[in-house]
């Protein structure tokens, strides 16, 4: 991959807000049900662009944090699969953070609306 | 980027930034590589999607709870011995009723074959026709298979009891230094499907085998004696007023 100086800034400056939303991402998917690391990092890069191995650090700093858990699952045939839960310290923080950033999101929709209907 | 030159990449960077776990972090990325791998990646591909090693480590943080773990693994450490101990006196005392349990069967086999044979050291077995010897013979060789198979499977059972005991061991250390855990054991032995099928055709075979051996082993002397307490009759157990 080759980008030119300003591409790079550009991605760069992409990852560091998206990173922020990918957090309530990794929750919302550990609400549905418990998954393995692999899962989340496929899950989340079907759906934002974003380098496969961002998502293990926010793991182990949502871990560290208190909102999942981690147990290990024998699957047949292969090593024991870490698995990550939503803690209860997770849910209540993922429901207040939905919250906030839906919003948050509403907002800078207006905002960014309104900008639309003035340089028209 | 190989997957190798990946991984000693990550290492180095996280070993720079003085990361504790860098082999529990090493060991997702490793995993990541292998589901990729499987799905028919090459090396290249998922180490440039992965992103840059440098840029990866410097996203971990350390976490500032190293203390608090120790004081906690160190009380850990204290129930757990406080619990094995007694647990492993029952252990031990059970597998002594599995020595026990062997013994008889070997005691078993050993009438038996006396009994068949007609042999009678030291006149240690009481008098009796030898018909009536030999039909008792045979249903002690099923008990001795019976008890074997009763040995077979308690042994099983104790094996699992003593798994379950080293995971919930594995798992409360685990815990303690905030490591996952494993999912805990099942206390009945897994035993294949056939081996449950063979060891429970084996007792009920057996069980019947010695019962009815055993009848008509006393019908048989009942009848040879002519009198029902036949024991009696034969004056075994030192009791001769009998008649």
Known sequence: MIYTGNRKRRAYVNTQYKKGVLELCVLSLLKKRDCYGYEISEYLSDHIDIADGTVYPILRKLKSDGLLTTYLQEESGGPPRKYYSLSDLGKETYEKDKAEYLSFAKTIETLLEDDEHDEN | ?243
């Not at chain 2, 008792?136 to 104790?158: E, H, Q």
């Not at chain 2, 055709?201 to 055993?214: I, Y």
Request: glycine letters at 8%; proline letters at 5%; charged letters at 15%.
């Open chain 2, 1 to 243: 980027m190989t997957k190798t030159e990946f991984l000693t990449l990550l290492e180095n960077e996280l070993r720079k930034n003085d990361i504790t776990d860098a082999k529990d972090i090493l060991s997702e990325y490793e995993e990541h590589f292998a589901f990729k791998l499987a799905d028919g990646y090459s090396e290249a591909e998922i180490a440039a999607k992965l992103g840059k090693p440098s840029e990866l480590a410097a996203q971990f943080e350390n976490e500032p709870k190293q203390e608090k773990n120790g004081g906690r693994k160190f009380t850990t450490v204290i129930g757990l011995i406080f619990t094995d101990l007694p647990a492993s006196i029952v252990f031990a005392l059970l597998w002594v009723w599995e020595i026990v349990m062997g013994a008889a069967a070997a005691a078993f086999t050993g009438l038996a074959g006396c009994l068949i044979l007609g042999l009678n050291f030291y006149s240690i077995i009481p008098a009796m026709p030898y018909w009536c010897g030999a039909i008792f013979g045979l249903s002690f060789i099923a008990l001795a298979f019976l008890t074997v198979v009763g040995c077979i499977w308690f042994a099983a059972y104790l094996r699992q009891l003593m798994r379950v005991c080293s995971r919930f061991n594995h798992n409360a250390m685990a815990a303690a230094s905030g490591k996952p855990v494993l999912p805990p054991l099942p206390a009945n032995p897994q035993l294949a499907l056939k081996t449950r099928r063979v060891l429970r055709g084996f007792a009920l075979w057996s069980l019947t085998a010695f019962a009815v051996c055993f009848v008509l082993g006393m019908i048989v002397s009942m009848l040879s004696a002519h009198a029902l307490p036949f024991w009696h009759a034969w004056g075994w157990f030192g009791y001769t007023g009998w008649n």
